[in-house]
């Protein structure tokens, strides 16, 4: 059975397949993309951090916004979250607790659309390695 | 389709699945499956990441967290703390040796800093049983691209202006082949790549079989397209069994995706590709002997002209290329053949895969911009030498190359470089030695190579590389008299003038160049009767150095062929003429009273 037919045929297959390499090509190229780190830790997730993780997977992907969303260990703000940190390109990252499906939406439309601060951040007082 | 959250790339390679990363897929998918964490996290297994000493190799996207040496019991591990709480397995991240901090990214890693993957570009990360993971990645693009809007002449004008040069070894331009295999009219003509790869050493046209099998179809299609032939044949080693798997595999997916078969996307090209296995010969490696030995016939070279362009399979035009030069095809032609002469030297384009080996920290495959200096290669990204040992030589270009020096290591490397400075670029291969390796020994190790896989057509190969290795022989066991440097070096240069292929044509190469780089090593050899390196077993004596000796008697003991002899609390002596020189008497001392002399 041929599948491809003409050029067209390649083109729509490949825009169709993306998606399943899609993840691994923007963590290569992380920085050029909004980075979400969700604390997924006993605390976290007890707080709804799974919720808030899907949710903003699907959002980004529905706002056509290029971002990698990862899920990480207790960030220590267990009394703030879900807590979810958030890199834009080429900027230092910021925290937001108290984080739900209403705070994902002002944190994507203000924050990420454009670098607007919305309530809800905590100070950084951690260092990743590389 | 797109739900997974995480993707789990594991090395699929050759040398990581003899450190059973077979297993750790298994152990993952079990893992995860017991988790309920199967549609979340997707396992792949990929091609070769290249950091082969540090395999088996685990990566995690989109974390970019790179595990090194994982073990198939480091599973449970890795799904519990990693993808359950975000915690990175610090103990299974690489170590930078210098500053003895933990990486996760490669991105970090010196031995990565440097490269610029493109006819790797895939491998470790595309799984390459899945055709659909190639297309996403554009694969077939370039097919469709050149079939739909670009005639043939187009095609080979654009990789004549990418300066991209045969990567088997020669450095022939590959537009300039296409052009001449183009010109000459038939009614059949073949595409054929060269999957026989045998530099001892090299192992780079495998990974990238085994790791992205379909950017070399997809090139054989290109090829076949721009010289006007419908039939590709790769002719590939037996002894490459998970090449030919994954190779297979990627015909059939192709075929039935209608990109390869009859009307490719619906233009009226139609192209196919059968495999051929090669019995491993060195010498199936030239174009003309691995086309004789496609035909069924003994693989032996026969004398250019005609080249395979005028007359090669069944006497029809054909076109060879090697493996990663095809590989790098395809991205020529969507990136551009600008892009591609925008990296490199001035008369070597683009990227260049080496395979480091022997005494150097980072064993692995790496791809470098040409003109990449080899300190960078083998201090930067190799990470130096092992054990801290003395730099001595790097052997580039396999049997027909030669050893570089100290002097050599701020060459620039490409075709040409290499050549002026004695060796060849070769396939790739990157042999490192230290102090400890007999530079003789070296030149007469790759000798006994070619003695044993010369095909014995031409009396100067067959006989002459014998005589070669007879005299070196003679000189490792101390027999070898200054008139014999003198035969070496001249029977080298008559063998290289008369030859009939390019096996016989760059054999004495390794002796002419440690030769030229390490003569003083033969003049020790031959005078003192002396191994500076102490690898010629013939030249070395055992001592007992009496005034340490304390005669506890565990050398005489532990000595195989009872060579030495002495009274309990005596000096003990070793009698050279039994001594089979086996070191076990240096080990059991623990006064350090024997030596070499």
Redesign the interface.
Known sequence: ???????A???Q??AN????????E???T?EDHVQV?V???TCGIASGAKTV?EYL?EEFDKRGISA??????CMGYCYAEPTIEVKRPGEEPVVFGYVDKKKVDEIIEKYIRNGELVDGIIPVNYQS?? | ??K????I?VCGGTGCRASESDAIVANLKKELAAKELENEVQVIMTGCFGFCEKGPIVKI????TFYVQVKPEDVVEIVNEHII????VMRLLYLDPTSQ?????SK?MEFYKKQIRIALRNCG??NPENV??Y???????AL??A??EMKPQDVIDEIKKSGLRGRGGGGFPTGLKWDFASKNKADQKYVVCNADEGDPGAFMDRSILEGDPHSVIEAMALCGYSIGATKGLVYIRAEYPLAIHRLKVAIDQAR????L?DDI??TGFSFDIELRYGAGAFVCGEETALIHSMEGLRGEPTVKPPFPAESGYKAMPTNVNNVETLASVPVILLKGAEWFASIGTEKSKGTKVFALAGKINNVGLIEVPMGTTLREVIFEIGGGIKNGKKFKAVQTGGPSGGCLTEKHLDTPIDFDNLIAAGSMMGSGGMIVMDEDDCMVSVAKFFLEFTVEESCGKCAPCRIGNKRLHELLDRITKGNGTLEDLDRLRNLSHVIKDTALCGLGQTSPNPVLSTLDNFYNEYLDHVNEKKCTAGQCKALMTYVIDPDACVGCTACARNCPVNAIAGERKQPHVINPAICIKCGACIEKCKFNAISIK
């Open positions: 059975m041929t599948k491809v037919k003409s050029l045929d390649l083109k297959m490949k397949l993306e998606a399943k390499v899609n993840l691994r923007k963590a290569e992380v780190k604390a997924m830790a993780m997977i990698v969303v990862t899920q990480t260990g390695i590389k | 389709m797109s997974y959250k995480m993707h790339l996207m989109p974390d970019n709480k975000g915690r990175k901090d933990h990486i996760s990214d970090h990360f595309i659909d993971e297309i996403a990645r554009d694969g077939y693009l469709g691209k079939l739909t039935e995706y209608g990109l078969g996307m619906g």
